[in-house]
C-alpha cells in the first residue's frame, strides 16, 4: 500500500471530529463481495453449492411464487429477475421474518432475462450460506474470512465501545445512525443480512484485496483458491450490455467511473453509503474509498471523488495501491 490518508470529518454539526485512518465505517453493499460472496465461493469450492442448481435445490421455500428455475448464479449475477429489495410495508422485524419474505416474494422477470441490480439476490445467497454451513453469515464471515485475513475491525453489529471509531450515516427519526447499519431492510434484519450489514476499515479492505491480487492467500494464510478467484473475476456478459462477475461488477451503470479508468480486467463494488474497491490485476493496483456522504442530510454525492480518484489510481496515472479515506464528502 503506497498511499494511504484520511480527510475531512467523522461527522458535521456541533463539535464535530477530524476523521482518522482507522475509523470504521458502514460498508453497505459491500457486504455484498467482501462478505456473501467469498462466503459462497468457499462453499462452491468445498462442492457444497453448484453456482447452476436452482436455490431450491437447498431452500425448498424459495421456490414459491415461480422462483424455482433461479439458479446460484443468477443471484450473484443479478440476472435473478428478483426486484430490487424486500417489500417495505408492514412492521415485520428480526431475520426469519426478512428471510420469509425473501422466499416467499415475486420474481419481477424471468430469470436470465435482464440484469436487474437486487439486494434480494444477496439476502437468499447469505440464506444458503447459513443453511449449508450451519452458521450464520456474521459468524461464518469472521470464522473463515476475517479471523484468517487479521482483518479485526471488520464485522456486522459493531461494538459498542468502538463508537468513538465508527463514522455515523444519516439520521432516522431525528436520531443519528452511529454503528447502526443504515440499510433499512438490514437493519430490520437485525443488522446481519447478505447485501449490507458490514463495518470496516480501509486498513482492513486493503488486507482483502491484496488477498484477491493474490491469488487468494495472504500472509500464508488461503481464503480462496487461485482458479476461484479467476471464476469469481471472470466478466459475463449480462442482457443490456453490462458485464459482472460473481458477485464482482465490471461495467455496469454504477461502475462506470471506475471501469473507464482501469481497463476490462478491473473488478470492485460501490456502496450507497459513499464506500467503494475497486481492484486492477494487470497493474496490481487497488483503490479504496471510505466516505460517509449521507452525513447530514443524505444529499452529498461522493461521484466527482470517485472520477477523480480513478483518474489518478488506473494504469495511466501516477499513484500505485492507494488508499483513500474520506469524510462526509459533497
Request: aromatic share 8%; net charge negative.
Amino acid at each position: 500500500m503506497l498511499y494511504r490518508a484520511a480527510f475531512g470529518w467523522k461527522w458535521t454539526g456541533d463539535s464535530p471530529e477530524p476523521l482518522m485512518a482507522d475509523d470504521i465505517f458502514d460498508l453497505a453493499s459491500l457486504t455484498k463481495v467482501v462478505a456473501t460472496t467469498t462466503a459462497a465461493m468457499q462453499l462452491v469450492e468445498q462442492g457444497r453449492l453448484d453456482l447452476d442448481r436452482p436455490v431450491a435445490t437447498y431452500w425448498p421455500d424459495f421456490a414459491a411464487n415461480g422462483k424455482a428455475a433461479i439458479t446460484v448464479r443468477q443471484l450473484l449475477t443479478h440476472t435473478s429477475g428478483l426486484p430490487a429489495d424486500l417489500e417495505a410495508a408492514g412492521t415485520w422485524s428480526g431475520p426469519e421474518a426478512g428471510l420469509a419474505r425473501a422466499a416467499a416474494i415475486k420474481a419481477a422477470h424471468r430469470p436470465g432475462e435482464r440484469f436487474g441490480y437486487s439486494d434480494v439476490n444477496f439476502i437468499a445467497l447469505a440464506a444458503l450460506v447459513q443453511k449449508l454451513s450451519g452458521e450464520p453469515l456474521d459468524v461464518y464471515a469472521r470464522r473463515h474470512v476475517f479471523e484468517p485475513l487479521k482483518m479485526g475491525d471488520t464485522g456486522f453489529l459493531p461494538p459498542a465501545a468502538e463508537r468513538s471509531r465508527i463514522v455515523p450515516t444519516d439520521r432516522l427519526d431525528g436520531r443519528l445512525l452511529w454503528g447502526e447499519v443504515q440499510d433499512p431492510s438490514a437493519r430490520r434484519m437485525g443488522g446481519v443480512a447478505g447485501h449490507a450489514g458490514l463495518f470496516s476499515t480501509g486498513d482492513d479492505l486493503a488486507r482483502f484485496a491484496q488477498m484477491l491480487l493474490n491469488g487468494g492467500e495472504l500472509d500464508g494464510d488461503r481464503i480462496l483458491r487461485p482458479e476461484t478467484v479467476a471464476l469469481m473475476t471472470r466478466p459475463e456478459a449480462t442482457p443490456g450490455g453490462y458485464w459482472r462477475g460473481l458477485g464482482w461488477d465490471m461495467a455496469s451503470p454504477y461502475s462506470r467511473v471506475f471501469d473507464a479508468a482501469f481497463g476490462p480486467s478491473s473488478f470492485g463494488h460501490t456502496g450507497y453509503t459513499g464506500c467503494s474497491i475497486w481492484i486492477d490485476p494487470d497493474s496490481g493496483r487497488f483503490l479504496i474509498i471510505l466516505t460517509s456522504r449521507l452525513n447530514p442530510d443524505d444529499h452529498g454525492d461522493v461521484k466527482p471523488l470517485r472520477e477523480k480518484l480513478a483518474a489518478l489510481v488506473g494504469p495511466s496515472g501516477q499513484a500505485s495501491g492507494v488508499i483513500q479515506v474520506s469524510g462526509p464528502a459533497r
